[in-house]
């Protein structure tokens, strides 16, 4: 092939969203940002949503911004973003309201009564999936438990990325690695209903599941006038979960690496063939996700740069706002191991002032307390990297072998700081890259799906031509083991 074809993905994170288009030459690909917006949840009379029309009409912005740079009509588009939220549609077709977001507060408490109807093992050998109280089930559960009305005006229910494919098309389905993240989903044999009945969720919304690949159909004639789009060409359904494009993106994957795809989460986990439902893995509380290519992803929800983020959010509303470069540096240079946290702390999750509810935890653990930005900001890196060596402890427990590396995808690749961190608490070489893993791994996909590629092992190597990865070797130290047995001895006090 000589000519080259555009791909325009749709890449939408928790905090920030963008639109890239990716070019294939037949050899290597090459990612350009057409559009990149901020994202976040809107807070209304207590509840917190996300402002989907908002981002709509970004993208809609995005691919404007296409045809002003681009002769050529695009190959196909194809969207990806986070797990676990959803949109309802009535008999019509029409949006009944915004999508709650994530972390509002409806669904507290719900699982345990969830599990009053249902068995909490059985319901992970059907689906494999950890249960965290953000999960799809627990989210329609609270409505159930609620009489939400919306539940019962709604005539389909579709995942965030697909809700997006269906602006940009009218398909009403739900992509394969995005089921998978519900709680709701059994790969051998669809939507649980047994599951889902016994706790009255109405089964008659769940659409149809797709494959990462597929076709969903032309472009809306309407997309094409209002963005100025001369041509048509179809809508993709990528792995439209972020982290399934992510990890589809990742060169030299093999049975002896580990993955982290780290920004505002990190999911830290291998790649397998098959799920892993068995006791060890139910009490560790892992979960089993869509791959791109039929694989499925054993892997572990941690609260990635999220709470660091929350402090540089707080920092900036105080009056001091400070870049990434600039707390990374404050970090580096500030002592090592002066306190650490479980990242996973329910008290660090429920605080409007992060710095505070990360000093008050060095209060109640009796650590001295961080009391500058860099000791802080250090404090989070170290944490993490801690917990990253916990989850690859058990992972190597949970599939038997050795893993003896550790691939960093998205942004957090880009931190150097937290990078050899990482490689220095898991005892392990860390290899970073690409950062827009997820923007990759669509593009990707997509040319899969319109024939330029064969299929995800041709394009991890094209990926792999087109990009410059950075290894970092561990420097290890006694006091990364002090530490971590610091870090047990919290948790199991906890």
Not at 404 to 418: D, F, H, K, Y
């Amino acid at each position: 092939m000589t000519h080259s074809e555009n791909f325009v993905a749709a890449d939408l994170g928790a905090s920030s969203g963008r639109l890239m288009v990716g070019q294939w030459n037949g050899r290597t690909f090459s990612l350009d940002e057409l559009h990149r917006f901020p994202n976040g949840g809107i807070r209304v009379a207590g509840s917190l949503y996300w402002d989907v029309l908002r981002i709509w009409s970004e993208i809609q912005t995005g691919l404007t911004k296409y045809r002003t740079r681009f002769e050529k009509v695009p190959a196909a588009i194809g969207v990806d973003a986070w797990g676990v939220d959803f949109a309802l549609l009535d008999q019509r077709g029409r949006l009944l309201s915004n999508p709650y977001h994530y972390r509002d507060s409806r669904t507290d408490s719900i699982p345990e009564h969830v599990f009053e109807r249902i068995d909490k093992r059985e319901l992970f050998t059907a689906t494999g999936v950890q249960t965290m109280q953000i999960n799809t089930l627990f989210q329609l559960s609270s409505m159930v438990r609620s009489a939400d009305p919306q539940l019962y005006l709604a005539e389909t229910l579709l995942m965030i990325p697909d809700l997006f494919h269906y602006f940009l098309c009218g398909a009403r389905t739900v992509e394969h690695s995005e089921a998978t993240t519900t709680q709701m989903y059994a790969s051998s044999c669809g939507w649980a209903r047994t599951f889902l009945d016994a706790v009255e969720i109405p089964v008659s919304i769940l659409p149809e599941v797709i494959f990462p690949g597929t076709q969903l159909g032309p472009i809306r004639p309407e997309v094409l006038r209002d963005t100025g789009l001369s041509g048509a060409f179809p809508v993709v359904a990528v792995a439209s979960h972020d982290t399934a494009s992510a990890v589809a993106a990742i060169p030299n994957m093999d049975e002896s690496s580990a993955f982290i795809s780290s920004g505002t989460w990190s999911l830290m986990g291998v790649e397998r063939r098959e799920p892993v439902t068995s006791d060890q893995a139910f009490a560790l509380n892992f979960t089993n996700e869509g791959g791109a290519d039929g694989s499925i992803l054993l892997l572990k929800n941690i609260t990635g740069l999220w709470i660091l983020q929350e402090c540089q959010r707080h920092w900036s509303s105080a009056g001091h706002s400070h870049s990434w470069s600039d707390i990374t540096e404050m970090a580096a240079a500030a002592p090592a191991f002066q306190c650490i946290v479980d990242v996973e702390a329910n008290d660090l999750h429920m605080s409007e002032n992060m710095p505070s509810a990360i000093a008050a935890y060095c209060r109640r653990t009796l650590q001295p307390e961080p009391q500058t930005i860099g000791a802080i900001a250090r404090c989070c890196f170290e944490s993490l990297s801690l917990r990253y060596r916990s989850v690859l402890d058990s992972l190597e427990v949970l599939t038997g072998r050795r893993l003896e590396t550790i691939r960093v995808v998205g942004g957090g690749c880009l931190n150097t700081l937290l990078c050899q961190m990482t490689a220095d608490a898991c005892n392990r070489v860390v290899v970073s890259g690409p950062a827009e893993a997820s923007a990759f791994g669509n593009v990707m996909l997509q040319a899969i799906a319109t024939g330029h590629l064969p299929s995800v092992r041709a394009g991890r190597a094209a990926i792999a031509e087109s990009i410059q990865c950075k290894s970092y070797y561990p420097q290890r130290t006694d006091a990364w083991d002090e530490a971590y047995a610091r870090m047990e001895q919290m948790q199991a006090c906890a």
